[in-house]
């Protein structure tokens, strides 16, 4: 493709790309969806364990991108990793659909729930952190239409969470248990969609900005341009067998520092020190170069600040679905709206602002008035504190058993849903931008590991719900006992974090060394 062409638009590439996600994320958010209601509602569980099962099953997923990362980068490619990864996930999908066809054998259903979620996990670490850098791939370094097209990305996974809790909450949250699967059952066939295309149109649409063939074989043969000089020397094979096993070490007393000492359960302890431990082991690899790990660590810094952004984005899922469920007016003209029809309402709006944030990027990028990574996503944090303020006030004094009107929460995602387009796909982007190409993936595997660590937080928060008749809880010294404490929680959290953040944005932008 010639410079010309590059520059009129967006190559093909990205709108396959789009579509193979859009249709993966109809497989992930329609299951999402009715996932808290068919464990407390089918399989009789408590909010609090639903909750708990919901934060490590989000938690995971965003976990095992490391290893996808990883497996891509050394050994596979992206491309083998994306279709083994739809693959798992199908498969995984058919699973929750034969959980909630058996719902009624409570036992056996919970062991095909809990199979179905660790194929959903695997798979998804396969899948997401390399689709995800295909899109990058699909542009010369420097490109100034990155920002602009992972919005459009951004915009496609959220056609599909827009479409999925729609149809899976129509078919599936009837009040009626055994129709749960059915709600499954559109989210395996989603997952099947995008598999399908995937391997029927992958040659046609995967071609890097100078023709070539993305994704079949492993980054970790590219060099970077590195110099020889620059590169560190070979290791014995007894040297990388010591290195390894001071690593495993180190994780294995990490884990149980959290495990038990501070008392995580396994799987928060187990995310909480990969969090720690991977990103470690990542930028202590000798063959970076000076630039190289200063990016990283601005990589890294930012991470950080995104686990607050996406712990409190991601109570979508639970704490405000009960919300919904329970304390919103959902009546319109004698029909009550499932709370599930609720998750839709985040991703329209990115489908109608994600347009005019694209093409806000593009006309400020081509002033050279765009603003810096940290300072975008320092202000999605900020929005993302202004949202629960709004619904702060709405609850604020509202008696026990009233409901609060659904422009509530609505106002809620919509100004969340501005915050998303601040920090979600910029975030991808600079992802990209920032890591050396034979740490691609596995990079954007470790920047998933902070929204890991967000989603399990966004489930231990989950359990502070103020419910009717149970005493109030405590979260670092502060009381939750009514909803407007609970959502007072997230502002005081996320806008102290968009302050930080944002004071720390020059220094940051200074060790990203001219990427933007």
């Known amino acids: 493709m010639s410079e010309n062409q590059m520059k009129k638009g967006h190559p093909k590439g990205l709108y396959f790309v789009f579509t193979t996600a859009m249709s993966e994320r109809i497989s992930y958010y329609g299951m999402r969806a009715i ?61 929750m659909f034969l959980s909630a066809l058996y719902y009624q054998n409570n036992e056996f259903a919970r062991i ?7 194929s959903l ?8 952190p390399n689709i995800t850098t295909m899109v990058g791939s699909l542009y010369e370094p420097g490109d100034k239409r990155l920002d602009s097209a992972y919005t459009i990305f951004y915009m496609g996974v959220n056609v599909g969470a827009f479409i999925a809790p729609l149809v ?6 009837t009040g009626n248990p055994a129709d749960f699967k059915w709600g499954f059952l559109a989210a395996a066939i989603g997952m099947l969609l995008s598999l399908i295309l995937y391997v029927g149109w992958k040659n046609k649409f995967l071609i890097g900005p100078n023709g070539e063939q993305l994704g079949i074989e492993a980054a970790g043969k590219v060099k970077d341009n590195q110099s020889e000089k620059e590169a560190a020397p070979a290791r014995s094979l007894k040297q990388t067998i010591t290195e390894f096993a001071l690593w495993a070490i180190g994780a294995v007393g990490i884990f149980a520092l959290f495990r038990f000492v501070f008392q995580f359960d396994t799987f928060g302890a187990a995310i909480f020190a990969t969090s720690l431990i991977m990103p470690a082991y990542v930028i202590s690899d000798r063959s970076l170069t000076k630039i190289e790990r200063q990016r990283i660590w601005v990589i890294y810094i930012i991470a950080f600040f995104v686990i607050f952004f996406w712990s409190a984005f991601e109570q979508a899922g639970a704490s405000l679905t009960y919300f919904a469920d329970e304390q919103t007016d959902r009546s319109f003209f004698g029909w009550e709206m499932p709370a599930s029809f609720f998750q839709s309402f985040n991703p329209v709006f990115v489908v109608l602002l994600a347009p005019l944030f694209s093409s806000l990027w593009l006309k400020l990028g081509q002033r050279n008035m765009e603003p810096a990574s940290p300072v975008k996503q320092s202000l999605g944090l900020l929005f993302l504190a202004l949202g629960y303020l709004v619904i702060a006030f709405g609850v604020k004094g509202v008696e026990p058993g009233m409901k609060v009107s659904i422009m509530w929460l609505t106002g809620l995602y919509f100004i969340h849903t501005m915050g998303e387009l601040m920090l979600s796909p910029i975030g991808l982007s ?63 959290m996320s806008g102290i974090a968009a302050v930080i953040l944002f004071a720390l944005s ?6 990203m060394h001219g990427v933007q």
């Open 430 to 492: 600079m992802v990209n931008k920032l890591a050396p190409v034979r740490f691609a993936s596995l990079l954007m595997g470790v920047w998933y590991l902070s929204m890991a660590t967000a989603n399990k937080f966004a489930g231990m928060l989950s359990g502070l719900y103020p419910e009717e008749g149970v005493a109030a809880k405590h979260f670092m010294g502060f009381e939750i006992a009514t909803m407007f404490d609970f959502f007072m929680l997230f502002v005081a």
């Open 121 to 128: 996990i695997f798979g998804n670490g396969f899948f997401k």
């Open 168 to 173: 899976a909450g129509y078919l599936g949250d």
């Open 35 to 95: 996932f808290t209601l068919y464990l407390i509602k089918a399989l009789a569980m408590d909010k609090e364990l639903a909750s708990a099962i919901y934060g490590n099953y989000t938690g995971l997923v965003y976990l095992t991108p490391l290893i996808g990362g990883y497996v891509a980068d050394r050994f596979w490619g992206m491309r083998k990793s994306i279709f083994w990864g739809a693959v798992l996930m199908f498969i995984g999908q058919m699973l």
């Open 112 to 118: 095909l729930m809990y199979t179905g979620l660790g």
């Open 506 to 511: 020059s220094r940051l932008k200074k060790l």
